[in-house]
């Protein structure tokens, strides 16, 4: 058994950088995790939903990290016009980002009909463009949709998308059913699906009552979660990591109504790589973690010349909480990362 692993830095294609006070403190965890290619959520307020939007974040997020490569996206919204989609593929912005409307976090702007955007779809896969799922029906009583049952729901959406637009890259974004690695695994290869840390720890029972494990969409069923756990085992490659790391003040998260997000951001790659041996599976980490997700956004793959993350076997605690950069800081101005003050079996070597 080795006590260290040397893999290329990973590659997050789904995480919340905030903005303001929140951003300044984020953005730098991003190396600290281990991670040097992000993928921007366009879920901020208001949302990036034009261009230029989104090229003026991407500015600020670089001059916050300049060691890492920030891949920015969009907020579908009417404001995405097919012109919008040419304009925003000229300026290099990769994706764009669909909330049901009300589903999570800042997704009051969101999607009541699909069909609608379909002229924009066109446009995207005309440009190449990614569409990031944000796979959850709004919960509606009437129509019998809650939770839990939200995501299996809204899989017929995602068939009609890939039949309509078989040539557009779509990614459902952190899966948590069966269901949907069963769908996803069923469609062509132009669909993937990314998995968060989080989801392949926890079930419903870890986050009844703990607020700070609470996230949209919620962890289900433990079935579920062994379905997720299988899949990446299995090293399928149209899974990827997408952490979803999305952080809260603690005193959102511990409110009368606690705000949807786990912030995994700082210790992504240690928790993943004591996951990974759990499962008996470290050897498919580098792919879950890089490879699979960089060929699906046809990034450059990772060379033998690239600078390496080094992580060595020795307990990592993680932190109770991070203090949250502000110059009017109080005691609760903290964010709480998932699993705060439990152990973690590896820890990052690099001295970043």
């Given at each position: 058994?080795?006590?260290?692993?040397?893999?290329?830095?990973?590659?997050?294609?789904?995480?919340?950088?905030?903005?303001?006070?929140?951003?300044?403190?984020?953005?730098?965890?991003?190396?600290?995790?281990?991670?040097?290619?992000?993928?921007?959520?366009?879920?901020?307020?208001?949302?990036?939903?034009?261009?230029?939007?989104?090229?003026?974040?991407?500015?600020?997020?670089?001059?916050?990290?300049?060691?890492?490569?920030?891949?920015?996206?969009?907020?579908?919204?009417?404001?995405?016009?097919?012109?919008?989609?040419?304009?925003?593929?000229?300026?290099?912005?990769?994706?764009?980002?669909?909330?049901?409307?009300?589903?999570?976090?800042?997704?009051?702007?969101?999607?009541?009909?699909?069909?609608?955007?379909?002229?924009?779809?066109?446009?995207?896969?005309?440009?190449?463009?990614?569409?990031?799922?944000?796979?959850?029906?709004?919960?509606?009583?009437?129509?019998?949709?809650?939770?839990?049952?939200?995501?299996?729901?809204?899989?017929a959406t995602l068939r009609e998308l890939h039949q309509a637009f078989p040539r557009l890259r779509i990614v459902l974004e952190h899966a948590t059913t069966k269901a949907a690695v069963d769908?996803?695994?069923?469609?062509?290869?132009?669909v993937a699906c990314t998995i968060t840390a989080h989801h392949l720890f926890i079930t419903i029972d870890d986050w009844a009552g703990q607020p700070h494990h609470f996230c949209k969409p919620?962890?289900?069923?433990?079935?579920?979660?062994?379905?997720?756990?299988?899949?990446?085992?299995?090293?399928?490659?149209?899974?990827?990591?997408?952490?979803?790391?999305?952080?809260?003040?603690?005193?959102?998260?511990?409110?009368?109504?606690?705000?949807?997000?786990?912030?995994?951001?700082?210790?992504?790659?240690?928790?993943?790589?004591?996951?990974?041996?759990?499962?008996?599976?470290?050897?498919?980490?580098?792919?879950f973690i890089s490879t699979y997700g960089r060929a699906f956004y046809q990034l450059p793959a990772v060379s033998s010349s690239d600078p390496r993350l080094v992580l060595k076997r020795k307990?990592?605690?993680?932190?109770?909480?991070?203090?949250?950069?502000?110059?009017?800081?109080?005691?609760?101005?903290?964010?709480?990362?998932?699993?705060?003050?439990?152990?973690?079996?590896?820890?990052?070597?690099?001295?970043?």
């Amino acid at each position: 058994m080795s006590d260290s692993l040397s893999l290329p830095w990973a590659s997050d294609f789904h995480c919340h950088l905030r903005q303001g006070d929140m951003m300044d403190t984020v953005v730098p965890m991003v190396e600290q995790g281990g991670v040097r290619t992000v993928l921007a959520m366009p879920n901020l307020t208001p949302p990036l939903t034009t261009t230029q939007m989104a090229v003026d974040y991407g500015t600020a997020l670089q001059k916050l990290a300049p060691n890492i490569r920030f891949i920015l996206t969009l907020y579908l919204s009417p404001d995405l016009t097919p012109e919008e989609v040419s304009k925003a593929a000229a300026a290099g912005i990769t994706a764009v980002k669909v909330y049901p409307s009300g589903v999570t976090t800042n997704s009051d702007w969101g999607v009541l009909d699909f069909k609608i955007y379909y002229p924009t779809f066109q446009a995207m896969q005309d440009h190449n463009l990614v569409l990031c799922l944000h796979g959850e029906c709004p919960s509606d009583a009437k129509k019998g949709i809650c939770i839990l049952n939200a995501e299996e729901r809204f899989l017929a959406t995602l068939r009609e998308l890939h039949q309509a637009f078989p040539r557009l890259r779509i990614v459902l974004e952190h899966a948590t059913t069966k269901a949907a690695v069963d769908c996803v695994k069923s469609l062509g290869d132009t669909v993937a699906c990314t998995i968060t840390a989080h989801h392949l720890f926890i079930t419903i029972d870890d986050w009844a009552g703990q607020p700070h494990h609470f996230c949209k969409p919620v962890a289900k069923y433990p079935s579920d979660r062994d379905a997720l756990q299988d899949v990446v085992r299995s090293g399928h490659p149209r899974f990827f990591l997408g952490s979803d790391s999305a952080p809260h003040p603690r005193r959102a998260k511990q409110g009368e109504r606690p705000a949807a997000g786990v912030f995994t951001t700082p210790i992504l790659v240690p928790l993943m790589a004591t996951l990974f041996e759990r499962l008996g599976c470290l050897d498919k980490l580098e792919a879950f973690i890089s490879t699979y997700g960089r060929a699906f956004y046809q990034l450059p793959a990772v060379s033998s010349s690239d600078p390496r993350l080094v992580l060595k076997r020795k307990a990592l605690e993680i932190p109770e909480s991070y203090t949250i950069n502000s110059s009017s800081a109080q005691e609760s101005d903290v964010v709480v990362p998932f699993m705060a003050k439990q152990e973690l079996a590896w820890q990052i070597d690099n001295g970043c």
